[in-house]
């Protein structure tokens, strides 16, 4: 019995220890396979982005909007086809202009041309003349040429048409700033740049002020009486010359007015106080009337054509005077405003082709 015991009890140490054998050897074999596995890990390189991941990601191409820099304005105004329209359009305004300036102008001096033969007529007169004598005596000649040819409304009515011109220019210029507002944006858009071509505009309104203001303090200034006194000057320069001309034959013809008057001054008899007054009165004016009425006759037509002269003369110097200075101040404004949307940072939305990677389904 004890000898089965014995035997028993090796079997079962024999079995037992190779079991644990069994244990050991293979959870040595598992450790060695891990620590292999773990040395691959450590070496192995580390990627940001997870192999798999990456694996499961598509390439996408699409148009993005963006908004940059715009030399649109620049490129329509430096285009040699573009700039000759806008000249163009330059030189049908102005003619407009020119001939609003040629109505104006010429309505005021309407009324001095219909006072021309009044004129005439109060100086080929006794009165008249000796009107004119008193004046130059006095220094007053011009003032009294004055009155009778312009009136007292001629500076009036100078100021008038050019206020009236001064409307036509801006309706002009208006016109032409809208014409290049279409060439020179022509291609630009509208609504991302609203802001920038709003301040532009009030720019412009206020250039388009300034020189207005300019040219009215230029050409306002007191015209009309400038005009008055170099036609009066004149005038009143031939007309004293001519009464000094006069008066040289007067003295011979009223000394033979009076030798007669003398005589028939004899008949008045006991009425003599009342006759010899009278007949010295008629005699001296009479003489008077008479050699006005032959200068009239004589002189009267080249007189008048003088006048026309002087008044169509100062007439034309003063258009041309105020055509020269809105055609500075039109051209100017023009040159300006061109500059000015040349230099305003205009932007444009662009589509820009993108590659996107987006993670596949």
């Known amino acids: 019995?004890?000898?089965?015991?014995?035997?028993?009890?090796?079997?079962?140490?024999?079995?037992?220890w190779a079991t644990i054998a069994l244990f050991f050897v293979a959870f040595l074999v598992l450790q060695?396979?891990?620590?292999?596995?773990?040395?691959?890990?450590?070496?192995?390189?580390?990627?940001?982005?997870?192999?798999?991941?990456?694996?499961?990601?598509?390439?996408?191409?699409?148009?993005?909007?963006?908004?940059?820099?715009?030399?649109?304005?620049?490129?329509?105004?430096?285009?040699?086809?573009?700039?000759?329209?806008?000249?163009?359009?330059?030189?049908?305004?102005?003619?407009?202009?020119?001939?609003?300036?040629d109505n104006q102008i010429e309505k005021p001096f309407e009324d001095v041309y219909a006072n021309i033969d009044s004129f005439l007529d109060f100086h080929y007169s006794v009165i008249g003349e000796y009107s004119e004598l008193g004046a130059a005596a006095t220094g007053e000649i011009e003032k009294t040429i004055q009155k009778r040819l312009f009136g007292s409304d001629f500076q009036t009515n100078i100021d008038y048409a050019i206020q009236n011109i001064h409307k036509e220019y801006?309706?002009?210029?208006?016109?032409?700033?809208?014409?290049?507002?279409?060439?020179?944006?022509?291609?630009v858009d509208q609504s991302l740049n609203f802001k920038a071509l709003g301040k532009l505009q009030n720019d412009i309104q206020q250039n388009i002020i300034i020189q207005q203001s300019k040219l009215g303090i230029v050409l306002v200034a007191?015209?009309?009486?400038?005009?008055?006194?170099?036609?009066?000057?004149?005038?009143?320069?031939?007309?004293?010359?001519?009464?000094?001309?006069?008066?040289?034959?007067?003295?011979?013809?009223?000394?033979?007015?009076?030798s007669s008057g003398a005589a028939a001054g004899t008949l008045c008899g006991p009425l003599v106080w009342i006759c010899s007054?009278?007949?010295?009165?008629?005699?001296?004016?009479?003489?008077?009337?008479?050699?006005?009425?032959?200068?009239?006759?004589?002189?009267?037509?080249?007189?008048?054509?003088?006048?026309?002269?002087?008044?169509?003369?100062?007439?034309?110097?003063?258009?041309?005077?105020?055509?020269?200075?809105?055609?500075?101040?039109?051209?100017?404004?023009?040159?300006q405003t061109q500059q000015s949307y040349k230099h305003i940072p205009i932007k444009?939305?662009?589509?820009?082709?993108?590659?996107?990677?987006?993670e596949a389904n």
């Open 1 to 16: 019995m004890k000898w089965i015991d014995k035997i028993s009890m090796s079997t079962f140490e024999k079995i037992f």
């Open 348 to 358: 444009k939305r662009v589509k820009i082709r993108e590659r996107i990677f987006k």
């Open 277 to 335: 007054p009278i007949a010295a009165t008629i005699a001296w004016f009479g003489t008077d009337a008479a050699i006005i009425a032959g200068d009239e006759y004589l002189h009267r037509e080249e007189f008048k054509k003088n006048i026309i002269a002087s008044i169509d003369k100062q007439k034309r110097e003063l258009r041309e005077k105020i055509k020269s200075s809105y055609f500075n101040a039109f051209e100017k404004v023009s040159k």
């Open 222 to 258: 007191s015209i009309g009486a400038k005009i008055v006194n170099v036609i009066s000057a004149k005038l009143a320069a031939k007309a004293a010359s001519k009464l000094m001309a006069k008066g040289a034959i007067k003295i011979g013809a009223k000394a033979g007015a009076a």
């Open 32 to 101: 060695v396979l891990a620590f292999q596995n773990r040395i691959k890990l450590d070496n192995q390189p580390i990627e940001e982005d997870d192999p798999i991941s990456q694996k499961m990601l598509k390439e996408i191409i699409k148009d993005v909007e963006k908004i940059l820099p715009d030399d649109r304005i620049s490129k329509n105004l430096e285009n040699n086809q573009t700039l000759a329209l806008i000249n163009q359009n330059l030189n049908v305004e102005l003619r407009g202009l020119y001939g609003g300036i």
């Open 170 to 187: 801006k309706t002009r210029v208006e016109n032409h700033l809208k014409n290049i507002d279409i060439h020179a944006t022509k291609g």
